[in-house]
């Protein structure tokens, strides 16, 4: 029997996004069954030029799948919805799929670190992660991911859209 861990993915778009954020979700279930989806949320892009705003959302899947495994995945779905990757780390995207946590794994490898940095500093990526899990703890800080959301979320300007359904949702 193969062992399952609980993969905490983030989903962000600003190209399409209402289109590719459900695409996405639809294709995550390759990696294994999705257990919880986050609500969708609307949030200003981090960029150096003006450019449209970004809907985030995060997906809990029980995957048996290694790390490294997950982020070829996730860099095959990205390509396949049109995804092109350039210098500008903050360039609008069609999807941008990040493993922020993969149950307790710690990992710094050069493609891939878990749990994700991000997690700690940025509110898109907090808040939607601890609805999925608001209890689940940081395997390094030992903060319930709720602890985390709630000293971010209040700086953050990030707007509900439940216009917006991922399959599975609702």
Do not use: W
């Not at 995060?58 to 290694?66: K, P, R, S």
């Not at 997950?70 to 860099?75: C, E, S």
């Not at 919805?81 to 069609?94: H, M, Q, V, Y």
């Amino acid at each position: 029997m193969t062992l399952t861990e609980l993969a905490f993915i983030a989903l962000g778009s600003n190209i399409e996004p209402e289109t590719n954020l459900p695409l996405a979700v639809a294709r995550l279930s390759e990696l294994g069954p999705c257990i919880a989806l986050s609500t969708v949320y609307q949030n200003p892009a981090i960029a150096n030029k003006p450019q449209p705003d970004y809907l985030n959302a995060a997906v809990l899947i029980e995957t048996a799948l290694d790390p490294l495994t997950i982020r070829d995945k996730l860099r095959e779905i990205e390509a396949d919805l049109g995804r092109i990757r350039t210098e500008d780390k903050f360039a609008p995207r069609t999807i941008d799929l990040d493993l922020c946590l993969l149950g307790d794994r710690v990992l710094d490898h050069e493609l891939l670190t878990l749990p994700d940095p991000d997690l700690l500093k940025r509110a898109h990526l907090a808040v939607t992660t601890a609805e999925l899990r608001p209890d689940f703890l940081h395997p390094l800080t030992g903060d319930a991911l709720k602890e985390i959301a709630n000293k971010l979320q209040k700086d953050a300007n990030l707007k509900p859209r439940p216009d917006v359904v991922l399959p599975g949702d609702g």
